[in-house]
């Protein structure tokens, strides 16, 4: 049975799903996803603040962060998977990482997208780029 976000308790101020980001219990955090059926702009960014505070892209990329609803929109109609940012954290004390961009049909996306453009959101370094 699903709820409504409304309903999760705050834990001083935050998501119970952003306890289980802060607290790496991924397990948790699924279950909750799973339980609550949609997410409010607040609950969402509570769980990307949790991301950029652990410094988990991987997390934010499997909420689906990052992601843009026209770029969804273009991808679909050209049927082309999801883009895999790759982030590669080197020295996490002076905040040293690399990051790869493997964008698929790049041009045909560029060409259909509204603004000419393509957004990409990550997390590294403590930021959200």
């Given at each position: 049975?699903?709820?409504?976000?409304?309903?999760?308790?705050?834990?001083?101020?935050?998501?119970?799903?952003?306890?289980?980001?802060?607290?790496?219990?991924?397990?948790?955090?699924?279950?909750?996803?799973?339980?609550?059926?949609?997410?409010?702009?607040?609950?969402?960014?509570?769980?990307?603040?949790?991301?950029?505070?652990?410094?988990?892209?991987?997390?934010?990329?499997?909420?689906?962060?990052?992601?843009?609803?026209?770029?969804?929109?273009?991808?679909?109609?050209?049927?082309?998977?999801?883009?895999?940012?790759?982030?590669?954290?080197?020295?996490?004390?002076?905040?040293?990482?690399?990051?790869?961009?493997?964008?698929?049909?790049?041009?045909?996306?560029l060409r259909t997208a509204?603004?000419?453009?393509?957004?990409?959101?990550?997390?590294?370094?403590?930021?959200?780029?």
């Amino acid at each position: 049975m699903a709820t409504d976000s409304k309903v999760v308790l705050n834990i001083e101020g935050h998501t119970a799903p952003y306890w289980a980001i802060v607290n790496n219990r991924h397990h948790a955090l699924w279950a909750f996803i799973h339980f609550i059926s949609g997410t409010s702009p607040s609950d969402s960014s509570d769980l990307r603040i949790a991301c950029m505070i652990t410094n988990d892209h991987s997390i934010f990329q499997e909420l689906n962060f990052g992601n843009f609803s026209e770029d969804r929109r273009s991808r679909s109609f050209l049927r082309c998977q999801p883009d895999e940012i790759q982030v590669y954290a080197y020295d996490e004390s002076i905040k040293q990482f690399d990051v790869v961009f493997p964008i698929r049909m790049f041009q045909k996306r560029l060409r259909t997208a509204p603004d000419k453009s393509l957004r990409f959101e990550f997390v590294a370094g403590g930021r959200i780029w």
